[in-house]
T-cell receptor
Framework: SQQGEEDPQALSIQEGENATMNCSYKTSINNLQWYRQNSGRGLVHLILIRSNEREKHSGRLRVTLDTSKKSSSLLITASRAADTASYFCATAPYSGNTPLVFGKGTRLSVIA | GAGVSQTPSNKVTEKGKYVELRCDPI?????LYWYRQSLGQGPEFLIY????????DSGLPNDRFFAVRPEGSVSTLKIQRTERGDSAVYLC?????????????FGPGTRLTVT
């Protein structure tokens, strides 16, 4: 089963615009992670935000986490054609040894 | 340094055959994970290892699927009596820690097609 649900499922924007993707989840988490996947192959880790953090930045990426709403958002600023990919959120449960649970992803297309 | 590698990159097999998929994790990574990804979906957890032992195999769909990691490094995912529904990309990942909650490093995947 997949805990995280990304929204929207697909997003198409012009180069230079900002892209915002959202993730909602159901159970308490230890942390939430965002990954990028190009061409349906390996995933690349982008950023990890812990349950006691509210916002985190990495380059053009900004992630927020609202544990009261069980939601997170990923903002990519000044998008580039190379940002075209699928983006997945993955939740790490608060307790136990269960590993990451991935959502279905948002397919982002950045048009030059 | 070298990342996670998976072989083969593509595998086509006939229904009913046995297949083995191999994963070489990043050197020194204790935890190793297997996922399955169907078109348009996110990775679906199958099994993960801490060292040589399976810490959680709750994602294996049935007893046709089995995975080993005998020396705590390379892992093999084995699928018996393959079915067309097994067709997917099989992803392997590894991480430094053992809680299952750390950043994971993924390989390029093996695309399995069962005809």
């Amino acid at each position: 089963s997949q805990q995280g649900e990304e929204d929207p499922q697909a997003l198409s924007i012009q180069e230079g615009e900002n892209a915002t993707m959202n993730c909602s989840y159901k159970t308490s988490i230890n942390n939430l992670q965002w990954y990028r996947q190009n061409s349906g192959r390996g995933l690349v880790h982008l950023i990890l935000i812990r349950s006691n953090e509210r916002e985190k930045h990495s380059g053009r990426l900004r992630v927020t986490l609202d544990t009261s709403k069980k939601s997170s958002s990923l903002l990519i600023t000044a998008s580039r054609a190379a940002d075209t990919a699928s983006y997945f959120c993955a939740t790490a449960p608060y307790s136990g040894n269960t590993p990451l649970v991935f959502g279905k992803g948002t397919r982002l297309s950045v048009i030059a | 340094g070298a990342g996670v590698s998976q072989t083969p990159s593509n595998k086509v097999t006939e229904k009913g055959k046995y297949v083995e998929l191999r994963c070489d994790p990043i050197s020194g990574h204790t935890a190793l994970y297997w996922y399955r990804q169907s078109l348009g979906q996110g990775p679906e957890f199958l099994i993960y290892f801490q060292g040589t032992g399976a810490a959680d195999d709750s994602g294996l769909p049935n007893d046709r699927f089995f995975a080993v990691r005998p020396e705590g490094s390379v892992s093999t995912l084995k699928i018996q009596r393959t079915e067309r529904g097994d067709s997917a990309v099989y992803l392997c990942a590894s991480s430094l820690g053992t809680s299952g909650r750390e950043e994971q490093y993924f390989g390029p995947g093996t695309r399995l097609t069962v005809t």
